[in-house]
């Protein structure tokens, strides 16, 4: 059976958050795929080899070098690193990633898609462990595997597994060493009772071991008849990926393989205070989120659309002026988890039949001809908001904004709100533009999408810094209308590349 491999761990980015575990997963996938010896050819890209011109170069060469072969019968690919869920496309985020360049400096899933339709195998698996990158728009959470689905059927492919770490509006975890979700995967093989591991039994590890976590939900599109097998892995194999695996996770692994000093498990109360580490007091939780603030008033604008603003920060106990808010209410109505905070409705009054009898009746008398039941006015309760029910935080939203100095650009305003519990901080943030109109007619405001960004509250307090995707996206927003604006046009793609339109457009 003819089988090759890609794999792909990119952990140091230029403009985003960097993450340390994306190299080990890489490294511990490409260990097993070595241990299974069902691999013939394994592209492998990790470290200084995940810039976008190397990615897509190896990547192109590895396609060019295995398309003319009828006898391929499986791609495995996986990835590790930031992703981004936008209009109807995901990226993976290489790591020169930037949001203005973003076909030149992501590998999009079409593309690979494309790349596999190419190789043409009986099947492709592609196993994703993206992390949030802090650019995620708050909308139907099911979006991602519709699009991921009907990807795979409009390009051809016969036989599918494809395993992604989170749904688009969710952060996909990890300690410095390694991801939760390549973890789980991982541990599907070196914990089954038997040496030949299916594709089904990682899914079906995967599925237990997130079973009853509401911030990361994994989701699979799966065309293929659950026989297929990943690899056979004798009990040898499997205790060497264990011993890798617990060597990167675990203080208390043996310092050397092989040895048979038996291993200190820890004690319940153990677990339960180190687990008790990640949250804060209250007086440092208060802390935490004053780092909006902090943050938003030591943000300094590019040297090149400085002298075009004067930059002002405001924050208040209201929500006054902003739009969408219903949107962030329903996210909280729909996501259990404890935060302090609660779901804001009013009541909305509308004209319907006093019950479904009416309804049914009224599809009856259109099909007769017959003259409509009557309608009366009846009222219902929707969502138009939310609230925070702990007052200690000094405000409930931030506005970093650029105030312009000039008649021919917008004033651009970066709203900042936030949801937290006792462990976690969820942002959500929108782009306003702001343009004057004449007269006494005051302003014309543009509102963005609300985005969303996850952290832990101690993550925050302890490094302000993790804040940079939200000020990243902000100055690449504002720079990318004032380009427009200045009749500056958008960057071509590479000759020979794609030459699809900007989703952002």
């Not at 462990?129 to 492919?157: H, M």
């Not at 799966?222 to 675990?250: H, M, V």
């Amino acid at each position: 059976m003819s089988r090759i491999a890609i794999i792909i761990g990119v952990s140091n980015y230029a403009r985003q958050q960097s993450l340390p575990a994306c190299k080990n997963d890489a490294d511990l996938v490409q260990f097993v795929l070595h241990s299974s010896k069902a691999y013939e050819d394994i592209l492998f890209l990790s470290g200084a080899d995940t810039n976008s011109d190397e990615v897509k170069h190896q990547l192109t060469q590895f396609v060019e070098k295995h398309k003319a072969r009828t006898d391929l019968e499986e791609v495995f690919f996986f990835y590790s690193g930031h992703g981004q869920f936008l209009d109807d496309e995901f990226y993976y985020l290489l790591s020169d990633f930037e949001e203005n360049r973003r076909h030149r400096t992501c590998l999009k899933n079409s593309e690979l898609d494309g790349f596999l339709r190419t190789l043409c195998p009986n099947l492709a698996v592609k196993i994703v462990d993206a992390c949030n990158a802090g650019v995620q728009y708050v909308k139907d959470a099911g979006g991602l595997a519709a699009i991921i689905e009907k990807g795979s059927k409009e390009r051809g492919l016969k036989n599918v597994y494809f395993l992604f770490s989170s749904l688009f509006d969710q952060s996909s975890f990890a300690s410095t060493e390694v991801s939760d979700y390549t973890r789980s995967f991982i541990e599907a093989i070196y914990t089954s009772g038997r040496p030949e591991i299916r594709y089904r039994d990682i899914v079906d590890q995967i599925t237990d071991h997130f079973e009853n976590n509401r911030d990361q939900r994994p989701f699979f599109v799966i065309q293929a008849d659950n026989t297929e097998i990943f690899g056979l892995f004798p009990d040898k194999e499997k205790s060497a990926i264990r011993a890798l695996l617990e060597g990167l996770t675990t203080t208390t692994s043996q310092a050397t393989a092989g040895t048979s000093t038996p291993v200190k498990q820890p004690m319940l109360s153990d677990l339960i205070k180190e687990q008790a580490k990640d949250y804060l007091p209250e007086a440092e939780m208060v802390e935490a989120i004053e780092q909006l603030q902090r943050a938003a008033k030591s943000y300094t604008p590019p040297s090149e659309i400085r002298d075009l603003f004067i930059v002002t920060v405001e924050a208040a106990k209201n929500f006054q002026g902003l739009k969408g808010l219903h949107e962030i209410g329903k996210w909280l109505h729909e996501n259990k988890k404890e935060y302090f905070a609660r779901v804001v409705t009013r009541v909305e009054e509308y004209e319907g039949y006093a019950n479904d009898f009416g309804r049914l009746y009224a599809s009856l008398s259109a099909f007769n001809n017959e003259e409509q039941p009557k309608k009366i006015m009846k009222s219902r309760s929707v969502i138009s908001g939310y609230e925070l029910m702990w007052d200690a935080p000094s405000f409930w939203r931030v506005g970093l904004i650029l105030n312009t100095q000039f008649p021919n650009i917008p004033t651009f305003k970066l709203n900042i709100l936030y949801l937290f519990s006792r462990l976690d901080i969820r942002l959500f943030y929108t782009i306003d533009e702001k343009w004057p109109a004449p007269g006494d007619v005051g302003t014309q405001t543009v509102s963005g999408a609300w985005k969303a960004l996850q952290l832990r509250l101690r993550e925050l307090k302890d490094n302000p810094s993790v804040l940079d995707p939200v000020f990243m996206d902000f100055t690449n927003s504002v720079t990318e209308k004032l380009r427009q604006i200045a009749g500056i046009p958008k960057e071509l793609p590479a000759e020979g590349g794609d030459t699809a339109a900007d989703p952002a457009e």
